[in-house]
């Protein structure tokens, strides 16, 4: 019989160590903020606040990291709900209910916050924090980094657990050196972990070095060596006088006792707890992501955040998220995957089981001690460098206002504060930007339909009758009006306007409105406005040519033109200029060799002599001329029609290089010397052409010298006249 072999994951030792650091840092304020919170309801259920917060600690721990997923993350009863419940029972409390009822209550608030978590997952609203700003990410790790020394300072210094920063540096006299000593042992310990051994985590270590020393002194102050009272240490944890199960059987005894009313008071409160505890969680996330340069699925984990906290409404425990300090302990001590924080739940509940006698004795003032080192290491210190430079300020000034409002407020409020600034910053960058990439004078570029030079002379005069603007970034109000600024003094002299919104972001109403005002002008003055290249899709879905239809911007009318292809509006802008010029129309007849530039004063003898050397062929529209490849050395003279010369790309994709209309001539490189196509050449329209072969057109010249000099410099005159259009075009789109 074949045996299976089981293999311990490499990293297993790293997540051994994290899960029992993270545990060592969670349960603890688990406890503290379960008593919080039915101290409220009565202080003889200070007991039950103790279990509570133990139950809520492994529950989370235990279930949140299998559905949820974010690795090194540490699911546990947390401040926003210690807050939001404490308010709520203190509520119920003055209004009458029975202590019983605000029991069961208080764990209908973490059930029914535990689905709507599950909501916020299914319907992806957790997508939202990935548009979080560095700044606010920054200024909420530097906050949270200096929350937690803020909120560890006197429990480092031993005083009372009601003090707060400031009062515990106002009040020396108050230190407890035994603490003192405690905690520098471990922070030193922290410090230098890392040069002494990288096998034991550094927080590891230093709760150790601390709890030695904690001993130590108790040789010379036996008070520390006694449990009870003893404000040093965690002190014993008690499951209150039910025992473990009693309890929470207790609460679901007591649920037909609620009243509908009761049930709908919950709703408000629930959905406030459901929210913060899932900005509470994601927040942690970002800061883990930024540490640990990974990323995290938001929806998946308040998934994973909302089965957690039902799991542990169902046992009686209290709600809880991703903590950020116990997260933090996981990751300085080696934790790598969701093994780590399982374990965390699994070690809190073994700690409650079989070793609440050995916790006990943890001294609080090494904990703090390794909280505050993860608080140092959080302080984004780089971003002072924003400082130097003028264009990053307001971005240093984001991050000052979200540590500040960490510190004196919350940190909800702080990432709140955080967005409102970067969204205030974001406007601000938006309005100063350009929204109009070029703009461009038509006679200074062309459309790809090579004309004649006598149309490239028109187009070149009447040029300055139409502007092309091409737009980019974002359209909306804020530079609505900077658009309608720099067309301003456009509008008083064009007739047609070309606008090209390929490489447009985003538009709003106001901008819309904005063109609405535009075109209005426009047609005051008898022009045309064109749009071309309308986005199919902009990041918000918006598909913008369906977007201007509904508001009426581009409902059919000669007054507004709308082309997919910006050389399509270009050139019919350019067809428009040319009709403004009184000549004879040869689109309906085929031409003559007479008619042709190249011939133009040449004696009827030579044009009959040429004429005897050439073919005439007719093509459909579509019908390819010739291929990319193909062997040929002859000349095109397009008499009716027009020809599309086709560049293939390497991905079967055709580019579009040039269109040849009456009375022009393509095919010339391989007229002249011979060697097999580049492009391809399909017929736009029912074309028909005259065709001269390059032997054909040698033995015209053996009795023509001079007509055949001169068409070849002519060829070369038109190539020349091309090239020079095409670098003036190059110097304008410059």
């Not at 106002?170 to 050196?177: G, R, S, T």
């Not at 996981?330 to 070690?347: D, H, I, P, R, V």
């Not at 955080?418 to 570029?445: D, N, S, Y």
């Amino acid at each position: 019989m074949q045996s299976k072999n089981w293999h311990i994951p490499s990293n297993f030792s790293g997540d051994f160590w994290g899960g029992l650091a993270a545990m060592l840092v969670a349960l603890p304020s688990a406890i503290a903020f379960g008593v919080t919170i039915f101290a409220a309801v009565g202080s003889s259920f200070a007991a039950y606040g103790a279990l509570a917060g133990i139950l809520g600690a492994t529950a989370l721990g235990l279930v949140a990291p299998i559905f949820g997923g974010t690795n090194r993350l540490i699911t546990a009863p947390c401040a926003p709900a210690a807050a939001v419940l404490s308010a709520f029972a203190i509520e119920k409390v003055s209004s009458g209910v029975p202590a019983e009822n605000i029991l069961v209550l208080l764990m209908l608030i973490g059930l029914v916050a535990g689905f709507i978590q599950i909501g916020f997952g299914l319907i992806r609203l957790g997508n939202l924090i990935k548009y979080m700003p560095y700044p606010v990410v920054s200024g909420y790790l530097s906050g949270v980094g200096l929350y937690i020394i803020a909120a560890q300072t006197p429990k480092f210094l031993g005083l009372p657990k009601d003090t707060h920063f400031w009062e515990s540096l106002e009040n020396p006299i108050l230190w407890q050196w035994q603490s003192i000593t405690v905690g520098v042992a471990t922070l030193l310990t922290m410090i230098s972990a890392q040069k002494i051994t990288k096998v034991i985590p550094a927080a590891i270590m230093g709760l150790i070095v601390g709890v030695i020393t904690y001993f130590l002194l108790g040789i010379f102050d036996k008070n520390l060596l006694q449990i009870v009272n003893n404000p040093l240490i965690i002190g014993a944890v008690d499951s209150g006088d039910g025992g473990f199960f009693t309890a929470t059987q207790s609460r679901w005894e007591h649920i037909t006792k609620i009243t509908f009313t009761q049930i709908a008071s919950v709703v408000i409160p629930a959905l406030t707890l459901a929210a913060l505890l899932s900005i509470d969680t994601l927040k942690t996330c970002v800061v883990l992501d930024a540490l640990t340069h990974s990323r995290h699925d938001s929806n998946k984990e308040l998934l994973g955040q909302g089965i957690g906290n039902i799991s542990s409404a169902l046992v009686g425990g209290m709600a809880g998220s991703g903590q950020m300090g116990a997260t933090l302990v996981n990751l300085t001590s080696g934790g790598c995957t969701k093994l780590s924080s399982w374990l965390e739940g699994a070690f809190s509940l073994i700690a409650f089981l079989l070793l609440s006698q050995i916790i006990a004795w943890v001294p609080v003032s090494a904990l703090a001690g390794i909280l505050i080192a993860v608080g140092f290491k959080m302080i984004d210190r780089h971003s002072i460098i924003f400082l130097k430079s003028y264009a990053t300020a307001f971005d240093f000034i984001v991050i000052i206002s979200v540590i500040f409002v960490a510190l004196n407020y919350s940190l909800i409020m702080a990432s709140a504060v955080g967005i409102v600034l970067a969204i205030l910053l974001f406007v601000k960058e938006q309005i100063g930007g350009k929204i109009i990439h070029r703009r461009t004078l038509l006679g200074k570029i062309y459309s790809k339909q090579i004309r004649t030079s006598e149309d490239m002379s028109i187009l070149s005069a009447l040029g300055e009758q139409a502007v092309l603007y091409e737009l980019q970034g974002s359209i909306f109000f804020g530079t609505a009006n900077q658009l309608y600024t720099n067309m301003e003094d456009d509008l008083k002299k064009r007739k047609y306007f070309i606008i090209d919104m390929q490489k447009v972001q985003s538009i709003d109403i106001t901008a819309t409105h904005t063109l609405e005002i535009i075109k209005d002008i426009i047609n005051e003055h008898n022009g045309v406005l064109i749009f071309s290249r309308l986005p199919k899709q902009l990041s918000s879905g918006i598909n913008i040519e369906s977007y201007f239809e509904q508001l009426g911007l581009v409902k059919e009318s000669k007054k507004v033109k709308v082309f997919e292809d910006i050389d399509d509006a270009i050139e019919w802008t350019e067809d428009e200029l040319l009709k403004t010029i009184e000549r004879e129309s040869t689109e309906e007849r085929n031409l003559l060799l007479k008619d042709f530039e190249l011939f133009k004063g040449r004696k009827v003898e030579t044009l009959s002599a040429f004429e005897d050397q050439i073919e005439k062929r007719n093509y459909n529209s579509g019908e390819t001329i010739f291929k990319t490849g193909d062997k040929g050395d002859e000349l095109y003279l397009i008499r009716r029609g027009a020809v599309r010369i086709l560049l293939k790309g390497q991905n079967g994709s055709q580019y579009h290089l040039s269109t040849f209309g009456q009375g022009n001539f393509f095919g010339e490189m391989g007229f002249l010397d011979g060697v097999a196509r580049s492009a391809n050449a399909v017929a736009e329209k029912e074309t028909e052409l005259y065709v001269i072969s390059k032997a054909k057109f040698d033995a015209f010249a053996e009795e023509h010298k001079r007509a055949s000099i001169q068409l070849l410099e002519g060829i070369a005159t038109t190539l020349s006249n091309r090239l020079r259009y095409t670098n003036a075009e190059i110097i304008a789109l410059d």
